[in-house]
């Protein structure tokens, strides 16, 4: 760490009771998918009494705070958070748990969000910098696109970018740790659906004389395991999983059920990866349906792209990073991350970087991750993570 990034951790102190009482409350106060209004008002109002400049309702609730450094320059970059939670229902256990049934900030978000308003705050007082930041508070990460949204409204014409850069918590991560790469990173995320139709049929006395869609979804689950291990190449890095599966009534165990619908996810890194993987769910669908005297229909949903950073970039974030923790608290080369991230389409609309933050290990060695109803963001790592945000600005912008 050198002496100048110290001073902004130093600098950053003051703020911790503050950023921890706003991500507990965000935390308290979940807001789902293009629905984070009182978050996004939260956002608004800290970012306007630090005399930044706001614009509100793009993408619905997104929010973007622009602040002008003190020094002439031209560039301009944009630091992006998200503000959405998730449909869990929290774990019982902590004080600040959500207070909204069903909903819960299982992914940080809360954290991200609180991060980028303590950087903000600290540019904002010391705006020791040449060019224009733009503080990008992004709704409805968790699939529904509010990153390609935002995009599609012009935010990048609005508020013109050189580079833009996103930043993750990462448990198993230990504290005051970063992670990133040149290149693939995060993977492309598909979903797909599988609805099975047949006749159905009494369970007891007219088995013989259905179409048991049971048995084609069946047989359809077990065989999709054989697309990573038998189709796509053992080099390439892929994922098929299944998320959800309905069919029948509860109350009635005694009937075979005409239909059966089985949903799940894809992973990839590449595009031919990618369509190979589609394919071979379709066919794999078909052909048990055929089997069992069934129909089968499918649908994809291309949800993410692969994010994939860019090499001048990664620099930039491996260099603001190791000036803030140090070297040896610093990989620059991580492993893929077969989870997905809509921060993919604003890196495919401008160069920029995303790096992960440790959010730390369990006593046992272990980490409550992310998407579960244990999983809580870690407030010791506040001041970290604005720190990297204004040691990234010094060094785009320094």
């Not at 819960?104 to 308003?117: N, Q």
């Not at 860019?310 to 930039?316: K, L, N, S, Y």
């Amino acid at each position: 760490m050198d002496s100048s990034r110290a001073a902004i951790l130093e600098g950053l102190k003051p703020y911790e009771p503050e950023l921890t009482a706003i991500r507990r409350d965000i935390h308290r106060h979940p807001e789902t998918g293009f629905e984070e209004r009182r978050t996004a008002a939260i956002v608004a109002e800290k970012l306007e009494s630090w005399g930044i400049e706001v614009a509100e309702g793009i993408a619905r609730t997104g929010v973007v705070g622009t602040l002008k450094g003190a020094r002439t320059g031209q560039r301009a970059i944009g630091l992006r958070a998200d503000l959405d939670a998730l449909n869990i229902k929290e774990a019982a256990g902590r004080d600040h748990r959500s207070t909204v049934p069903g909903k819960m900030h299982a992914c940080g978000h809360d954290g991200h969000t609180a991060m980028l308003l303590g950087a903000a705050r600290y540019l904002a007082e010391r705006p020791d910098f040449a060019g224009v930041v733009h503080f990008i508070f992004q709704p409805a990460e968790e699939g529904l696109g509010g990153g390609r949204l935002m995009i599609e409204e012009g935010l990048f014409e609005r508020f013109p970018v050189d580079a833009v850069y996103g930043m993750h918590n990462a448990p198993g991560l230990p504290t005051g740790m970063f992670a990133t790469r040149k290149g693939p990173f995060l993977a492309a995320s598909d979903g797909w659906t599988v609805t099975f139709r047949g006749t159905g049929g009494h369970g007891g006395a007219g088995a013989h004389l259905a179409t048991d869609t049971t048995l084609a979804l069946s047989q359809f689950v077990t065989a999709i395991q054989t697309i990573v291990s038998r189709t796509v190449p053992a080099a390439d890095v892929a994922v098929v999983s299944v998320g959800h599966i309905a069919a029948g009534d509860f109350d009635a165990p005694n009937v075979i059920p005409a239909e059966a619908v089985v949903r799940g996810t894809s992973r990839s890194f590449k595009a031919d990866v990618r369509n190979l993987v589609q394919k071979r769910v379709s066919e794999l669908a078909h052909a048990c349906a055929a089997t069992f005297g069934c129909s089968a229909e499918v649908r994809h949903d291309g949800l993410f792209p692969a994010l994939v950073t860019h090499a001048e970039q990664t620099g930039v974030s491996l260099a603001a990073a190791r000036a803030l923790a140090g070297d040896k608290n610093v990989i620059a080369e991580a492993p893929l991350v077969t989870g997905s991230e809509d921060f993919a389409f604003m890196l495919e609309a401008r160069p920029g970087g995303f790096i992960l933050i440790g959010n730390g290990v369990e006593a046992d060695g272990g980490a409550r991750q992310l998407h579960t109803p244990d999983y809580d963001f870690n407030d010791a790592i506040l001041t970290l993570g604005s720190g990297y945000w204004v040691s990234l600005v010094h060094e785009e912008l320094g």
